[in-house]
Nanobody, 114 residues
Framework: QVHLVESGGGLVQPGGSLRLSCAYS????????MGWFRQVSGKGRELVAS???????KYADSVQGRCTISRDKAKNTVYLQMNRLNPDDTAVYYC????????WGQGTQVTVSS
């Protein structure tokens, strides 16, 4: 069974940084484009960033220049480095395949507040 486990969230002050991690079971995921998504309670899930198997990245306009997505294939892990966080970044963050998503993990809560 496929598992996605997100971690690294927390409470941070505006302007702070966090590094999120997504560990996935099965190296087959290394061949897929992976994405980080976020969801605010009562709203739909929003794509934040994506990375192809070859390392090509894309970002939502709202995080462009502040976030960096990366992956470590040896560790079956995708990361999201988030800098200059602001309250609008508050959400539960998830990772998944960009296409043909598998069951979602539990996500990791990011709260930006002073």
């Amino acid at each position: 069974q496929v598992h996605l486990v997100e971690s690294g969230g927390g409470l941070v002050q505006p302007g702070g940084s966090l590094r999120l991690s997504c560990a996935y079971s099965g190296s087959i995921f290394n061949a897929y484009t992976m994405g980080w998504f976020r969801q605010v309670s009562g709203k739909g899930r929003e794509l934040v960033a994506s990375i192809t198997s070859g390392g090509t990245t894309k970002y939502a306009d709202s995080v462009q220049g502040r976030c960096t997505i990366s992956r470590d294939k040896a560790k079956n892990t995708v990361y999201l480095q988030m800098n200059r966080l602001n309250p609008d970044d508050t959400a539960v963050y998830y990772c998944n395949k960009m296409y043909s998503a598998v069951p979602w993990g539990q996500g990791t809560q990011v709260t930006v507040s002073s």
